[in-house]
């Protein structure tokens, strides 16, 4: 496969409070929360490495992931790429493996310290991207602390963080099956959590991940919050608004009483002040075609606010209407709080695959800069009736490129450009929100995997900037009757990475990037390539051009001294998983290097080889006086690991 093609086929698949154990001494520093805290900023206030030693850094330790043993006894089982970030509290690191084991490892050699099996290997595979996992939480009481995870296969199970035993007096002997209870029945194969769940107050809450293809009755995506000391259910939110409640009349001839999906499989938020969560949604049933679900579909596709004490919604602020584009909310919201006007406002900005970036008042959901309803193209598909505007930012501006004309196509050379014209010529072009069609398939840029993905971007909260990594990638998307029996739908989205001439990308540099927004005023400040891409490629060798990135999913972790950046490597379809409904992959790395940027101008200040390519976000913790990045390696068919750096 292409160098183009495999990038395409590698984003196409794709507390009651924290108290403290014990006392912690000044030179120790913690992560407890997957993003750091739970506004998600991925920010530690560190900076025993900065850019006088980033490049002395080296392996402290390498902790093999548990389920690589598992892998190697049952050659059926395949994973996918290895996802996690650890969290480190009261001196030890807490991660999940893709098969959903939870590990407590030593942080400064690495050793394991107990490890919890649920076994989840020994059903089907779970949906989508299968076995993958990003995470555990962890909530600390006056006299224990517990560990939660939601597993592949739906289990929400508890586990004493001293001895890794489940805690037998949650739920039943401490699992609760997340496929009962739901509204509609939930076919196990369906219906899994692949990110961590999210403790707010004394309140334990759960996302899912369901299957996109639209096939049978597909279950909705409910979100769920549990006692963290019972797991009793302290309430349910509906992620599309049942009988009588607000927002039915969004969805046209009753179709909120069949449609599915509409569900958080990435991760949420919480400001334990407010006492609110903050829930990223994504598309519903199914995800290019919405004839059978008329009208703007609440809460699809919008950043809802909620209660973390009784799941009311406080506010909710939706970025699509009636989505065919599969611009699921990816990504965990950042908590911001910005200096404006001499006043602090307490603000939440929601990057998206489709390049923009949301800016809320996180109490009220008010835009802090306009956002205005802009006509798009409508959709000539039969039974469809896409919204005709949709809610536009007017700041900050589009972190990436957006929608496709012949001015966006490579131009290096007028023969790269003229076959660029070619290809395009057999699409649709046009904007941002160009719906997708029957005959002539249409360019969706950013599309399925473009723009800004579950990585998420990182908050500097004593600067106001935001850090956005993003991916230029076309997708060609178009809708076809199903094969019989394969869907219930009247028609299935088919969507294909389009590549461009002499194995190169169809569009104009860079492919993959970082993005600095002030978002006090709004405005970027800087943007800058992430990896070389292909300047060597015999077409543009002797042009000597700079970086032009490369369009693979990058991982970013903020300190008080460094932005550093870890990129995915080449992952293409290997085969549909023969255990479930998931596809398997092969993966290679490419260009496998931990790299940091200067904060203010995004300058690269040196990078790091690493065994394997940064598959999951970096974190950072200091302990006995010594600052380690931790990084996620591997996966697939390239074993999984935890890489721990730190200075000689």
Known sequence: MNIAAKCGVLLLLLGAGLVPLHPRPDHHHEWPYYGADGANTKYAPLDQIDA??????????????????????????????????????????????????????????????????????????????????????????????????????????????????????FGSEGRIDLTAGLRRPAFRPFYGVTSPPLVCGDVVVVGASILDYPVGNPPPGDIRGFDVVTGEVRWTFHTVPQADEPGTETWEDGSWETVGNTNVWSIMSCDEELGYLYLPLSTPTNDFYGGARLGDNLYAESLVALDAATGERVWHFQMVHHGVWDYDLPAAPNLVDLEKDGETVKAVAQVSKQ???????????????????????????????????????????????????????????????????????????????????????????????????????????????????????????????????????RYVGQFTYLSGPQDLFLTKPPYGRLT??????????????????????????????????????????????????????????????????????????????????????????????????????????????????????????????????RLP
């Not at 395949?78 to 480190?88: A, D, I, N, S, V």
């Not at 719906?435 to 971007?457: C, D, F």
């Open 355 to 489: 390049g923009y970036t949301y800016v809320l008042d996180r109490v009220t959901g008010t835009p802090i800069w306009p956002i205005e309803e802009t006509p798009v193209p409508a959709s000539t598909v039969p039974g469809e009736r896409s919204a005709p505007t949709q809610p536009i930012p007017t700041k900050p501006a589009p972190f990436d490129r957006q929608g496709i004309t012949p001015d966006d196509l490579i131009d290096f050379t007028p023969e790269l450009r003229a076959a660029a014209e070619e290809i395009l010529q057999q699409y649709t072009d046009g904007p941002v929100f160009t719906p997708p069609a029957l005959e002539k398939p249409a360019v969706v840029l950013p599309g399925v995997a473009g723009g800004a993905s579950w990585a998420g971007a990182a908050f500097d909260p004593e600067t106001g900037w935001l850090y956005v990594p993003s991916v230029t990638l076309p997708f060609a998307v178009t809708l076809s009757e199903p094969a019989p029996g394969s869907s219930d739908a």
């Open 516 to 645: 600095a927004i002030d978002l006090t005023s709004g405005d970027h400040q800087w943007m800058t390539p992430v990896g070389e891409g292909p300047r060597t490629h015999p077409a543009l060798a002797h042009l000597d051009l700079p970086a032009l990135g490369w369009p693979f999913r990058t991982h970013v972790l903020l300190t008080k001294s460094l932005l550093f950046a870890g990129q995915e490597g080449v992952r293409e379809a290997s085969r549909a998983s023969q255990r479930g409904f998931a596809i398997e992959y092969e993966a290679a790395n490419l260009d496998p290097t931990l790299r940091a940027y200067d904060k203010t101008n995004g300058t690269l200040v040196g990078q790091i080889d690493l065994p394997a390519n940064v598959t999951a976000a970096p974190m950072t913790y200091m302990i006995d006086g010594r600052q380690y990045i931790v990084v996620a390696i591997g996966g697939a068919t390239v074993p999984a690991e935890l890489i721990a750096l």
């Open 52 to 169: 006088s030693n980033f490049n002395d850094l080296e392996i402290a330790w390498r902790w093999q992931s548990a389920e690589q043993d598992i892998i190697e006894a049952n050659p059926d089982v395949r994973t996918g790429f290895y996802e996690t970030t650890p969290l480190m509290v009261d001196g030890v690191l807490y991660a999940s493996t893709s098969l959903s084991q939870v590990a407590a490892i030593d942080p400064q050699s690495g050793e394991t310290r107990w490890l919890y099996d649920p076994e989840t290997f020994k059903g089907p595979t779970p949906p989508n991207e299968g076995y993958v996992h990003r995470g555990v939480a962890q909530w600390s009481g006056s006299t224990e602390r517990r560990l939660f995870i939601g597993t592949g296969d739906a289990y929400l199970i508890a586990l004493d963080a001293t001895t890794g035993t489940p805690i037998p007096t």
